[in-house]
């Protein structure tokens, strides 16, 4: 298994509304991250995971609230979020580590969201 | 000034032109991806570089570390092939452990 696996793909919430989305990696990486992507933008950092362990959150709202329950899961949280949070969230993985190693760093294929 | 900049940001092409995209940074790296995306999807990554040249298919990528620049060529372009292309680095410092990416180049292949 060479993927990342997301879920849902698509997820319309109301801004009272609680979701999470899920990413799943099955190639042992010990690295996971969080994206978000607004349109004809480039995806801009919001978490890392080193280790089962948040490694960076780059100033994200808390409203947005990571977990990452094994080496193999890691979820956001959604809870009162706003209309301009509506966007693509990318997770991505890789075998952890750092330094030059680049090899593996994996992409899933994101979950569009819309908040309303 | 960006610390990844990317040429041309739009490309329109003929199916079977030669397509290259340029991509230049300033930062310290570790390695350079080249990542593509489909529109509404999810991010593919084409190559990843620390030196030399890839191939892939019709893919090729380029990177001269001491220029700090990158080159990405498409052979035979294909209408499957419009995407944006974008190139992202990990830098030296908090030990690569994410990208600093490109604002991407918009490709289209016309038939």
């Known amino acids: 298994d060479t993927e990342v696996t997301q879920t849902p793909k698509h997820l319309v919430m109301g801004m009272t509304n609680k979701k999470s989305l899920k990413c799943e990696q099955h190639?042992?990486?010990?690295?996971m991250y969080w994206y978000k992507q607004k349109a004809k933008k480039p995806p801009e950092l919001m978490f890392v995971y080193s280790y089962e362990k948040l490694s960076i959150n780059e100033s994200v709202p808390s409203r947005f609230s990571p977990e990452c329950p094994n080496s193999s899961l890691l979820n956001l949280h959604l809870h009162a979020l706003q209309p301009e949070d509506s966007a693509l969230y990318l997770c991505a993985s890789s075998p952890g580590g750092g330094g030059r190693r680049g090899y593996g760093y994996t992409f899933g294929s994101g979950t569009r969201l819309t908040v309303v | 000034k960006n610390e990844v900049e990317q040429s041309p940001q739009n490309l329109t092409a003929q199916e079977g032109e030669f397509i290259t995209i340029n991509c230049s940074y300033s930062v310290g790296i570790s390695a350079l991806h080249w990542l593509q995306q489909h529109p509404g999807g999810g991010i593919v990554s084409l190559f990843m570089l620390s030196s030399g040249k890839k191939k892939h298919g019709r893919l090729i990528a380029t990177i001269n570390i001491q220029e700090k620049h990158s080159s990405l060529h498409i052979t035979a372009s294909h209408p499957r092939d419009s995407a944006v292309y974008i190139c992202a680095v990990r830098s030296k410092d908090n030990y690569g452990q994410n990208f600093v990416f490109g604002p991407g180049t918009r490709l289209s292949v016309l038939p």
């Open positions: 190639m042992g990486h010990r690295a």
